[in-house]
């Protein structure tokens, strides 16, 4: 796919992957079902069916119905995310809502269950979606931006290869097609360097992974490959010192001290004054497991001793469909 131009262990993967032409458009004045134009950016069909890369088609409606009421597209894209993401709370936390098929990777999206990798990427995915005019608010223009975050270069090719599956590699792919930043270094990150093998270590708890035995050597290329990215991170302890410098919609990735990974957890930045809340999908029983509007993000990484830090991406807005 041609660059698009720059915008004007298991554990870890019951959190992250526990985490995954012309269209008919929902015209919003009465919530019709009408064609709409071929945009500048094409639009492909999916892979699989409908039924299985689409799932909670109505709440998609109605966050439509709400973003064009309110005007969503009128806020910068960091608040646009937010709001999009306020409009998820409540959604089921749910495992591995990426693994949808035995051999076929198409982009999805689940309204009815949410893993925090995909809470994130629903919310900005939508953000930049009601950017657009509302005639084009589309199933399949909401798969085009999910489809523009989650794999390599922005292109899915239907292999499992081609999503990336380590955030340290979609925020440095994202950000070399201009459709964000990695501030960690500007907010004060501390580089580490860890031998990335999680995927590989465990393959049985994948569908693609287990059902493709040919696969596997090609995730081996891909993790050497992460494990070579020059990776920065926050300390735990400095967090509370640059929570002023986060902005709203900023992704942050919860750094780990796991040695075959960088990260455990991903959400989204959320201002409360001075401070900065955490917003995310949980998996925690005691916090409703569902998507959540947390605590300050420096008191949530006390939580845990394994959370070491954060990872802050930033994105950008992303080009218009037409």
């Known amino acids: 796919m041609t660059s698009l131009p720059s915008p004007a262990r298991v554990k870890r993967r019951h959190f992250l992957h526990a985490v995954g032409g012309t269209g008919l458009g929902f015209f919003l004045g009465g919530c019709k079902t009408v064609a709409t134009e071929v945009p500048a950016v094409s639009l492909r069909q999916p892979r699989l069916s409908w039924s299985v890369v689409f799932k909670g088609e109505d709440k998609f409606r109605r966050i439509c119905e709400q973003a064009k009421k309110e005007n969503w597209a009128s806020q910068p894209i960091g608040q646009r995310t937010v709001t999009a993401g306020e409009a998820l709370l409540g959604i089921p936390y749910g495992n591995y809502t990426l693994e949808i098929d035995d051999k076929i990777e198409s982009p999805s999206v689940n309204f009815e269950c949410l893993d925090c990798w995909t809470f994130y990427e629903a919310s900005l995915a939508l953000s930049r979606l009601v950017k657009n005019p509302p005639a084009l608010w589309s199933r399949e223009a909401l798969l085009h931006?999910?489809?523009?975050?989650?794999?390599?270069?922005?292109?899915?090719?239907?292999?499992?290869?081609?999503?990336?599956?380590?955030?340290?590699?979609?925020?440095?792919?994202?950000?070399?097609?201009?459709?964000?930043?990695?501030?960690?270094?500007?907010?004060?990150?501390?580089?580490?360097?860890?031998?990335?093998?999680?995927?590989?270590?465990?393959?049985?708890?994948?569908?693609?992974?287990?059902?493709?035995?040919?696969?596997?050597?090609?995730?081996?290329?891909?993790?050497?490959?992460?494990?070579?990215?020059?990776?920065?991170?926050?300390?735990?302890?400095?967090?509370?010192?640059?929570?002023?410098?986060?902005?709203?919609?900023?992704?942050?990735?919860?750094?780990?001290?796991?040695?075959?990974?960088?990260?455990?957890?991903?959400?989204?930045?959320?201002r409360d004054g001075a401070t900065c809340r955490f917003m995310h999908a949980t998996s925690s029983r005691s916090k409703g497991r569902c998507c959540v509007v947390d605590k300050r993000i420096s008191t949530y990484l006390r939580e845990k001793s394994t959370n070491m830090g954060l990872i802050v991406f930033r994105p950008a807005e992303a080009p218009l469909l037409a």
Not at 164 to 192: K, Q, W, Y
Not at 236 to 254: C, F, T
């Open 145 to 270: 931006y999910i489809e523009l975050e989650r794999y390599r270069d922005g292109r899915c090719t239907g292999s499992y290869l081609s999503r990336m599956h380590h955030l340290e590699e979609v925020f440095a792919n994202n950000e070399s097609r201009g459709l964000g930043e990695n501030v960690t270094a500007a907010l004060g990150g501390v580089p580490v360097r860890r031998n990335v093998k999680e995927m590989q270590a465990s393959w049985k708890s994948y569908r693609y992974l287990r059902n493709n035995p040919s696969l596997r050597p090609g995730m081996a290329e891909v993790e050497a490959k992460v494990s070579a990215l020059p990776v920065t991170y926050i300390p735990r302890s400095k967090v509370a010192g640059i929570e002023s410098r986060l902005q709203d919609g900023d992704v942050l990735a919860v750094a780990t001290n796991w040695h075959s990974c960088y990260t455990s957890h991903v959400g989204l930045a959320k």
